[in-house]
């Protein structure tokens, strides 16, 4: 009897420290960064991400965006989650990120009209990062298209383009400067013609150590139109980790 239990107990043993390697090294295929975001026009916008290595030449992606935390509080509460895929090219210093989002609010389905909803847009986006040590870039361009219509009568749906691109050199392992341009513009929806949005351009700074560290961003709105889209200046903070 005590030899069966001392097997069985052996036995546990194993399978306990097999899981435990195996859970080990799933861990150490998973990454997630998270970063604190705030601009002139989204207000807080908090940014968590999750990467999963297949060991298959790509990564599972996953994301999340708190939109409604700032001036987006009057779109029901406007969250964003998507998944998608992840792959390296140019030897690396390139990862394509392709991804589909959806929105959860009443901006894109009602107009901010009525309550908010779950699956208030769809988002098939793209992001790109280039690092090679000297130089780093990234793009972002995301299509925020109508999935439900729960505008009242007469009311409107909206669908929107969000991009940015921006580009700098490393003048050390810490220090970067460059220069960043984004746009947001409405591009349609029921009872509504598109309208030009903002379009920020000016430098910004970026201060990191390994995996932590911040970046501002400033300048000016190129266009002029007295609407809820334009500001006078633009200015972006971010602060990001990853692990």
């Not at 995996?211 to 889209?229: E, K, P, V």
Request: aromatic share 16%.
């Amino acid at each position: 009897m005590i030899c069966k239990q001392l097997a069985r107990l052996s036995t546990a043993v194993v399978l306990a420290g097999i899981a435990q390697g195996a859970l080990a090294q799933d861990d150490d295929r998973l990454d997630v960064s998270v970063s604190y975001n705030t601009d002139a026009f989204f207000g807080p916008n908090p940014f968590a991400g999750v990467s999963y290595d297949t060991g298959k030449g790509y990564d599972l992606t996953f994301y999340g965006i708190a939109w409604g935390a700032g001036t987006g509080g009057a779109w029901g509460n406007w969250t964003e989650f998507g998944v998608g895929v992840g792959f390296e090219m140019m030897e690396g210093d390139l990862y394509v990120n392709p991804q589909i989002g959806f929105t959860n609010g009443n901006l894109v389905s009602s107009g901010t009209a009525d309550d908010g909803v779950v699956g208030d847009a769809i988002v098939p986006n793209l992001t790109l990062v280039y690092d090679d040590g000297e130089w780093e870039g990234n793009l972002y361009a995301g299509w925020y298209g109508e999935l439900r219509d729960e505008a009242p009568d007469g009311g409107t749906t909206l669908e929107y383009l969000h991009y940015w691109v921006n580009g700098g050199k490393k003048f050390a392992d810490y220090f970067s400067v460059g220069l960043h341009f984004e746009e947001l513009s409405l591009e349609g929806g029921s009872n509504v013609s598109s309208q030009d949005g903002y379009q920020w351009l000016g430098p910004y700074i970026q201060i990191a150590k390994e995996n932590a560290g911040m970046r501002f961003s400033f300048g000016t709105d190129l266009t002029n139109d007295d609407d809820s889209f334009s500001t006078s200046d633009f200015y972006k903070l971010q602060f990001f980790y990853s692990f």
